[in-house]
């Protein structure tokens, strides 16, 4: 059963703490992305990756915020410092090989900073 | 530049009534439409898409969603409402397939009152 899974599902941390969450995206997708989903915003592209390689990243406050693909099976979000604005909902989704249909989407992790 | 809208944040019908839920979209290139589903604590599961050709797509659990171009719309519509399928619903809207971002809408809450 091909799932993109994500780690972990709930995060609470104080404020001023690195938060690390990863992602594994389906076995040969080649693309992944991070979505935040709030109730404010709703769901808001943050970046994403092509054949491991940034395409856009401009959804991302670039002074706390960072991702990465260090390799075809994991991907990372860091947010460092975090604040309590960044309290959401993120969820990992891939996509790519040879449908290339749809993206299918993790289960989120749901970070709280207080 | 993409967006899209989702007219009303909250729609309710009676078990076994029609569910309309209303979406339009803004794509300055020719679009792809996807409809997600997301139940509590979830992930977005697709329900249907709209890449080209028949306008006319049917999706999971008995719905589907036409792609009217000449009104810039693809409503969601499934003729008889289950207690199942009280849920979240967005619309999103990309300009390709399924490894380009989504735009998405705001979100639908669906409520099924027996």
């Known amino acids: 059963d091909a799932r993109v899974t994500q780690t972990p599902r709930h995060k609470v941390t104080e404020m001023g703490q690195e938060v690390t969450m990863r992602c594994q995206p389906i076995?040969?997708?080649?693309?992944v992305f991070w979505y935040r989903q709030t109730m404010m915003q709703g769901l808001e592209l943050l970046a994403y990756f092509r054949n491991r390689a940034p395409l856009d990243d401009s959804g991302m406050p670039k002074d706390r915020f960072s991702a990465e693909m260090p390799d075809a099976t994991l991907a990372t979000l860091k947010i460092q410092p975090s604040e309590p604005r960044d309290s959401a909902v993120y969820f990992c989704a891939s996509a790519g090989g040879q449908a290339n249909t749809e993206a299918f989407f993790g289960q989120g992790t749901r970070l709280t900073v207080v | 530049a993409q967006s899209v809208t989702q007219l009303g944040s909250h729609v309710s019908v009676s078990e076994g009534a029609l569910v309309l839920l209303r979406c339009n979209y803004s794509s300055s290139v020719p679009p792809y439409l996807f409809w997600y589903v997301q139940y509590p604590n979830q992930g977005l599961q697709l329900l249907l898409k709209y890449t080209t050709g028949a306008t006319l797509v049917k999706g999971i659990n008995g719905f589907e969603a036409e792609f009217k171009k000449s009104e810039t719309s693809f409503h969601l519509t499934k003729p008889s409402a289950h207690m199942s399928d009280a849920a979240e619903y967005f619309c999103?809207?990309?300009?390709?397939?399924?490894?380009?971002?989504?735009?998405f809408g705001k979100g639908t809450r669906l409520s099924v009152i027996a």
């Open positions: 999103a809207v990309s300009a390709g397939s399924g490894n380009t971002p989504l735009v």
């Open positions: 076995l040969g997708h080649n693309t």
